[in-house]
């Protein structure tokens, strides 16, 4: 953990570059929170307000033409929690990323590159994120980083989670350890209340009633798994 | 509209009653504004979805999604049917618009007639929406 935090600390400029209001929190809040505990600047894009998302909350409170404005603000909720400063919203469709240019995407992605000039960017794994939109979003930044001349590409961290995907793709190169900012993890997960209740209100249940099983049932929480790839 | 939502959502974020602006479906309710809409040229959405993780969760199922956005819609005969949850049927010129597990409704103030199928997880199933003005997009 100790060197893998000094790893982390060397990085000052991230940028983290998701489809969907929640992707930064689910399974990468933690990272995202240990950065900002080292004082990095980050920057999030969130490039849908994810109007097609299909949890409207547990009992639910939205509707389709409510749901993006809830998302957004819980998107703004959960930057603080995690210590974002710097939120950006394309406002593109939920679910139709796939189906635009892709070199207008990496475009776009690319503007945001020139302008951050990250060292580290958190993005999904082409092809192994499971909803297209990650995987095209995806494509999108690796396509726009390899524009760069090699010395000026940042690094990406990225996320994979389809079915046997280590098969392929191998198993993770960065496993970290989150503990530390476990609570500000739950606290950004809770932020996304329409798209997180069922899962945190069943953790706490659980939590209060086998204590003994803490660990348990923490433990997905507190590791993240990421894959480096090099472009 | 939505900011009324979401003040009702922050005030009752702490409470256990939410308040919540869809409601069950009254048929004859649902009825009515159907009629307020016949033989008008009218925006739709309209959409279906199983999840885009249904097939990760189960090797059983696949994903499966359709949704139209602000599509174009004219319908001379409007009915809702069953006794929950509804069925709707619109009859057009030249075909049918066809939505079935429809469970809560709402009139909002921009006159957007929204119908919404949730399962006990609260999760949208299928909705059909109708307005005189596009939808947001």
């Not at chain 1, 404005?69 to 990323?97: F, H, P, S, Y």
Request: some cysteine.
């Amino acid at each position: 953990m100790a060197k893998e935090k000094e790893v982390m600390s060397v990085y000052k400029k991230i940028l983290a570059i998701y489809p969907h209001p929640d992707d930064e929190s689910f399974g990468k809040a933690g990272a995202l929170a240990l950065h900002a505990k080292e004082g990095a600047e980050i920057t999030l894009v969130c490039a849908t307000s994810g109007q097609m998302g299909r949890r409207m909350g547990k009992p639910f409170f939205a509707n389709r033409e409510t749901l993006w404005k809830i998302r957004e603000q819980e998107l703004k909720d959960a930057c603080n929690v995690i210590g974002i400063k710097d939120l950006r919203l394309w406002r593109m469709l939920d679910k139709t990323l796939q189906f635009e240019d892709p070199e207008e995407l990496a475009d776009r992605v690319e503007t945001v590159l020139n302008e951050v000039k990250p060292e580290l960017v958190y993005s999904y794994y082409p092809n192994y994120a499971v909803h297209p939109d990650h995987d095209a979003l995806a494509e999108a930044v690796i396509l726009a980083i390899s524009r760069f001349p090699k010395e000026e590409r940042p690094v990406v961290y990225a996320s994979a989670f389809s079915k046997n995907c280590e098969k392929i793709i191998g198993t993770p190169d960065h496993v970290m350890d989150v503990s530390e900012v476990l609570d500000v993890k739950l606290d950004a997960l809770r932020a996304h209340r329409s798209q997180s209740e069922f899962i945190i209100k069943k953790l706490e249940q659980s939590l209060a009633a086998e204590t003994e099983k803490q660990d348990v049932l923490l433990e997905p929480y507190r590791k993240e798994r990421y894959w480096t790839i090099k472009v | 509209m939505w900011i009324e939502a979401y003040t009702h959502y922050q005030t009752n974020a702490q409470s256990k009653k939410e308040v919540i602006r869809m409601k069950s479906i009254d048929r004859g309710e649902v009825q009515q504004y159907l009629d307020q809409f016949l033989n008008q040229d009218l925006y739709y959405h309209l959409e279906t979805s199983n999840g885009s993780y249904a097939s990760l969760e189960s090797e059983q199922q696949m994903s499966v999604c359709a949704f139209i956005r602000n599509g174009r819609i004219r319908y001379s005969r409007g009915t809702i049917a069953g006794a929950g949850p509804y069925r709707v049927g619109l009859k057009l010129e030249e075909g049918w618009v066809y939505a079935e597990g429809l469970t809560d409704y709402e009139m909002t103030e921009k006159g957007q007639l929204l119908l919404g199928g949730y399962d006990h997880e609260g999760r949208i199933g299928i909705a059909l929406e109708l307005s005189r003005h596009p939808f947001s997009v």
